[in-house]
């Protein structure tokens, strides 16, 4: 496994950010759509992805889509992929929406990886805990994710509008 940085925020200003989960349709979407919102316009590169390709091209979950809608925030447009190993050089900042997909990022990183990989509840909340995969959950699992995705894309672009104003 190639030697990452993990400092807790990079001494560099993040300017892009890449979220990740295993399909791209639910939870990477949502964080996407969330920090784009908040950001409003910030220049920053953003982006989500999957660390599986079965959805590659695919809009996110309609629930995923009303969930973000509910909050004023439109991800219809997005269309799901799949990590590439460009993204490890690409992107300041990967979170993974699970450990699981922490680990499967840490993994496929190559070793001249430039991105700091992280799990998004803890880089951008405090809490060391995964954000649940509402995939095979009801309407209000979908809200629930929402709202965390909200809260960390919120505590994100602070992050970042703090940087660019610095």
Not at 16 to 41: K, Q, T
Not at 86 to 109: P, S
Request: aromatic share 6%.
């Amino acid at each position: 496994m190639p030697d990452l940085p993990n400092e807790p925020f990079p001494a560099k200003p993040t300017r892009s950010v890449l979220f990740v989960c295993l399909g791209n349709i639910c939870r990477s979407p949502l964080a996407e759509g969330f920090l784009r919102a908040a950001l409003g316009g910030v220049d920053a590169h953003l982006a989500s992805a999957g660390t599986g390709g079965w959805h590659a091209g695919d809009p996110p979950d309609a629930r995923a889509i009303r969930a973000a809608a509910d909050f004023g925030v439109d991800i219809s447009a997005q269309r799901a992929r799949q990590v590439c190993l460009e993204d490890f050089r690409t992107f300041d900042l990967i979170l993974g929406m699970d450990r699981a997909n922490v680990d499967d990022l840490r993994k496929l990183a190559p070793p001249d990886a430039t991105a700091r990989i992280a799990l998004f509840r803890e880089d951008l909340l405090g809490e060391a805990r995964d954000v649940p995969d509402p995939y095979y959950g009801t309407p209000r699992d979908f809200a629930i994710v929402a709202d965390l995705c909200r809260r960390g894309a919120a505590a994100l672009a602070a992050r970042i509008q703090a940087a660019s104003n610095g």
